[in-house]
């Protein structure tokens, strides 16, 4: 009898970039997180297989630091070494900052600074933002989403703002959170089903930056015009 093969889960990085604890930068992200798994659980991937997926939740405020200090200096700590790495290596990114002067925050910012540029290349990523008043709805379109274009990341169509009122008795009844937070985590998981899971690659091995099959004794004969 044959063994039978577990489908490879899916892990999704969420950067929650609030500044206050309860945070509801925070609250945001956990209901695209859940939103997500959801539409994933039902939904199939190429194989026909189920999707399964994990979420890595990064709260940029305990890093807020380390991620200063890694702008100073150039080197990241273990704390932030491993978010980075959970970042990088995911198979789709939740980002959620809080808006303000109309744009992402400096923490999230600075968070994103520290990735290497070509980092987050075609990985989908579902965009959440959140602030005081509805007016700054637009900041996803004009500031948060250029940021992950020009990264050559693949943002989904939905983005999902929440105002203050959006999570008491005011919320909009014409297009409710609810309604919004399942249409992008469903957007997200389509994205996430279309693609094969992400591999994490070696730094020390020699193949991920001399090529496939070949070594430093490929390299050395090369110099030697071998």
Not at 32 to 50: F, N, Q, V, W, Y
Not at 148 to 157: C, G, I, N, Q
Not at 158 to 171: I, K, L, M
Not at 199 to 213: H, I, K, N, Q, R
């Amino acid at each position: 009898m044959s063994a039978q093969t577990t489908p490879q889960a899916r892990r999704i990085a969420v950067i929650s970039a609030g500044l206050s604890n309860p945070s509801s930068t925070r609250m945001l992200a956990d209901r695209l997180a859940a939103a997500t798994l959801k539409a994933l659980s039902e939904t199939t991937g190429p194989d026909g297989a189920a999707v399964e997926a994990v979420v890595d939740t990064i709260e940029l405020r305990d890093l807020a630091h380390d991620i200063t200090n890694n702008l100073l200096t150039g080197f990241a700590p273990p704390a932030l070494e491993s978010a980075v790495n959970a970042v990088v290596s995911a198979d789709a990114v939740i980002a959620v900052t809080p808006i303000f002067s109309t744009s992402y925050s400096g923490l999230f910012k600075s968070f994103i600074d520290v990735l290497d540029p070509d980092a987050l290349t075609g990985t989908p990523v579902l965009i959440g933002a959140n602030a005081g008043t509805a007016r700054h709805s637009l900041a996803i379109d004009y500031a948060i989403r250029p940021l992950f274009t020009y990264l050559h990341a693949e943002p989904v169509s939905t983005g999902v703002f929440a105002a203050s009122s959006d999570w008491g008795a005011a919320a909009d009844e014409v297009a409710p959170l609810a309604s919004r937070v399942e249409r992008g985590a469903r957007e997200l998981a389509e994205a996430i089903a279309r693609r094969p899971p992400a591999t994490a690659s070696d730094p020390f091995d020699p193949a991920s930056y001399l090529g496939e099959g070949r070594s430093f004794g490929h390299l050395l004969g090369g110099l030697a015009g071998e």
